[in-house]
């Protein structure tokens, strides 16, 4: 599993996990060490994750508790702009022939992604919720 969070002005170092990731697992490799420091410098910020067993584990959400979230509707992917750099993500990756490498080459696109894409996908965040809403929740073009 790959683990990375955007901001407008930032991101985060890009986690990669080589084991099934379970809710416990999920604080104890991501959470606790990565996200716990990276948000305490951001004031205000509100996180945001999708409905994965590992983040809606009891665990998980007991460890978030004191952190404001944005709660993912069931079936809205669409509202996140970090699934469009996912995607812009595998389309980047060239065929890669070990693990080492597709490491490398992630870690590579993580690092030189465009701050100003990352600002573009954010500043759409109020349309895709209105599509989202007119959409009654279901599929949109983003």
Same mark, same amino acid.
């Given at each position: ?24 697992? *999920? ?6 060490? @990565?996200?716990? $420091?990276?948000? *305490? ?13 590992? @983040? ?9 508790? @004191?952190?404001? $979230? ?10 996140? #702009? ?13 065929? @890669? *022939? ?15 992604? #465009? ?28």
């Amino acid at each position: 599993m790959v683990w990375g969070a955007i901001t407008y002005a930032s991101r985060s170092t890009l986690i990669v996990v080589r084991v099934t990731v379970t809710g416990q697992r *999920y604080v104890d490799h991501i959470l606790r060490p @990565h996200v716990k $420091t990276f948000l *305490y410098g951001l004031p205000g910020a509100i996180f945001q994750q999708d409905n994965a067993r590992p @983040h809606t584990a009891r665990v998980a959400q007991n460890f978030l508790r @004191h952190v404001q $979230t944005f709660l993912w509707p069931a079936r809205a992917p669409d509202l996140s #702009p970090t699934e469009q750099v996912w995607d812009q993500l595998k389309h980047q990756m060239p065929l @890669h *022939y070990s693990v080492h490498d597709l490491e490398v080459a992630v870690q590579d696109f993580w690092v030189y992604l #465009p701050q100003n894409y990352i600002r573009r996908l954010i500043n759409t965040m109020l349309n895709r919720v209105a599509v989202c809403i007119a959409a009654g929740g279901g599929p949109t073009s983003y």
